[in-house]
């Protein structure tokens, strides 16, 4: 990942009257924008587009960060599981049984990831791709909400 | 009293009901839509949980997520609010089972009275005046003639599992009498999966004036006086008021004992709202009641000085009621502010708020969820705002209601202010002279 060709972009935005940037190459999708917001003053509508003066370093490194790790979002074949209910999200069909799935397995669809219980009721949550469990993102015993992500599967 | 509240609905009333739980020092947990993702009561309490997609069918109505985002929060009582799954006796049940609180009556009461005909039956029997009608359910078309000619024409004949305007025909004489009881028994089949229809004598341009109830889990029942809420277009209230411009003292006594007995005979628990239909004699006779929070309650908090919604949330933890009714003090309106097109027949008007300024000063309350460059999701209902007004007496509100709608800017969408406005100038309800009937012949230009 080029970090200096995305600070180049954010240099650009936010010192143009750009408000939105999206740049693709190579799988790589990075999108830039800047936050509009508007008010009335003497009857006429004013709008203030992002600042007027470049950014302090930190602050424009901290935007970096935030653009990286979406930009690992965005790439290409890697699915995010949801969760498609309210609950309480379990790795194990039972406390004291082995995990559905751990980091780097190999799953295919309608694999079992995971339990989610509501209402005493215990949820299976299947896989609906094929491919490789890159990350998991929340820990056993978690509440979770509707459509919060559980899984990263890097779908083959 | 209890620790954490889930507030199971959204808009104005679950910011209402969050501002209310924060005095109280009780933990606030709101549930929201992904439409919702943006709305002041997720921003305003202490824990949110996402339950669904945005049709109210797969969130807000759908019990099992909110019973769960209860489970998960530790929640140990559930406001309902208003609308949604309030007056859904099953919820109210499946919380009971679930070991959480539900913040209002209890599983049979919310049946005895969500049943319509029912309700009548329980009111009669206690004493309390009913329209003239069927002894419950009429079953078929003769029958339906002989009662029809007993009370006499003109007749309503109401679904009893419905609501909202549906299922509803007149019969203004015996030739439209069967043609009307065949349609509203198709139509209440459709809307409620309940054929059952029952008859009413039409009361003739009544005024609809309804009693705000509360009743503790001691036996104790009062009522804070009444609401005129006969401003309405399509049975949906636009604009209320307490008192009531025809009531006097005696005639609050005797619709307020009146409430009581209802109320006392299914052992009512929370608040609930009697409502009645006044007739030009000013005699009254029991229609519904709603066993709710309701929209109009600002009105009654005004003019008695309670919080009814913290009245609610003690007598569910089994506490007194613990402000007691009062006599009426000055005069409180309220308008209802909906995204509609009042130019283009109230056409729903969702949309992003551009500019806000809400009305501010002496005697002026704004209940809403909206704010600057807030997007109204096209989902759900349109009440965007309630502006509510009080003064010494009835003219003064006026003034002062016309004052405030001059001062509230929403841009962006398009509102109904300009309608209240135009009410304000008709001399009809100026005077106070004006019935259920008033919307049907007021020209909006």
């Known amino acids: 990942m080029d970090l200096n060709l995305i600070k180049k972009i954010v240099r650009i935005v936010d010192t143009s009257e750009i408000t939105d940037l999206e740049v693709e190459e190579n799988g790589l999708r990075i999108k830039v924008a800047k936050k509009i917001r508007s008010y009335r003053q003497d009857g006429q509508q004013h709008v203030i587009i992002g600042q007027h003066t470049v950014p302090e370093q930190p602050a424009v490194r901290n935007v970096v960060e935030e653009i990286s790790a979406a930009a690992i979002d965005t790439q290409a074949n890697l699915h995010e599981i949801k969760s498609p209910i309210v609950g309480t999200f379990y790795r194990a069909p039972a406390p004291d049984a082995d995990a559905y799935v751990n980091m780097g397995d190999t799953v295919s669809t309608g694999s079992v990831l995971c339990i989610i219980e509501a209402m005493k009721l215990m949820n299976e949550i299947e896989s609906d791709v094929s491919g490789k469990i890159v990350k998991i993102l929340v820990e056993n015993g978690r509440p979770v909400e509707y459509n919060q992500p559980l899984f990263l599967i890097q779908s083959s | 009293m209890f620790n954490k509240i889930l507030i199971a609905n959204r808009g104005e009333i679950a910011l209402r009901i969050i501002r209310t739980c924060k005095e109280l020092g009780i933990k606030t947990v709101a549930v929201y839509s992904e439409a919702d993702k943006d709305s002041l009561h997720v921003t305003f309490a202490d824990e949110a949980v996402c339950i669904g997609p945005p049709q109210s069918k797969e969130s807000y109505l759908k019990i099992p997520s909110i019973i769960s985002a209860a489970h998960i929060t530790g929640s140990d009582a559930i406001h309902p609010g208003y609308g949604f799954l309030a007056e859904n006796a099953n919820f109210s049940e499946i919380c009971a089972e679930s070991n959480i609180k539900f913040i209002g009556p209890s599983p049979g009461m ?39 000619e007993e009370i006499g024409f003109p007749v309503i004949i109401k679904a009893s599992a419905g609501g909202g305007g549906k299922g509803m025909r007149m019969a203004w004489s015996m030739n439209e009498f069967e043609n009307a009881f065949q349609t509203a028994r198709v139509e209440a089949e459709a809307g409620f999966g309940n054929a059952d229809v029952y008859i009413e004598k039409f009361i003739e341009n009544p005024r609809h004036v309804e009693i705000q109830v509360l009743g503790d889990m001691h036996g104790n029942a009062y009522y804070y006086g009444e609401r005129d809420c006969s401003v309405q277009r399509r049975h949906q209230k636009l604009i209320e008021e307490s008192p009531s411009p025809v009531l006097d003292e005696k005639l609050r006594e005797k619709m307020g004992e009146a409430a009581i007995l209802g109320v006392k005979a299914v052992n009512y628990e929370g608040a609930g709202t009697v409502e009645f239909l006044v007739d ?74 551009l500019s806000l300024h809400c009305p501010g000063g002496f005697g002026v309350r ?61 001399r009809r309800f100026l005077s106070g002279n004006f019935d259920t009937g008033f919307l049907d012949t007021f020209e909006f230009k």
Do not use: C
Request: hydrophobic content about 35%; aromatic content about 10%; proline content about 6%.
């Open chain 2, 110 to 148: 919310i049946r005895a009275m969500g049943d319509k005909s029912f309700a009548k039956e329980t009111m009669k029997k206690n004493g309390v005046p009913v329209i003239p009608g069927s002894d419950g359910i009429v079953n078929d078309v003769e029958e339906g003639k002989r009662i029809s």
């Open chain 2, 366 to 426: 704004v209940d809403t969820h909206i704010y600057d460059s807030y997007s109204i999701p096209p989902y759900y209902d349109s009440l965007v705002a309630k502006l509510i007004v009080w003064g010494q007496n009835r003219n003064h509100a006026l003034a002062r209601g016309r004052r405030a709608l001059e001062e509230f800017v929403i841009e962006g969408i398009k509102t109904t202010i300009p309608f209240h406005l135009k009410v304000l100038e008709d």
């Open chain 2, 280 to 353: 030009k004699h000013k005699n009254f006779y029991f229609m519904e009641m709603n066993t709710r929070i309701q929209v109009e309650h600002p009105v009654t908090e005004w003019v008695y000085g309670v919080d009814l919604v913290r009245q609610q949330v003690l007598v569910a933890a089994g506490e007194y009621v613990e402000t007691l009714p009062s006599s009426p003090n000055g005069h409180s309106i309220e308008f209802r502010i909906n995204a509609e097109d009042p130019e283009f027949n109230f056409r729903p008007s969702p949309g992003k708020i």
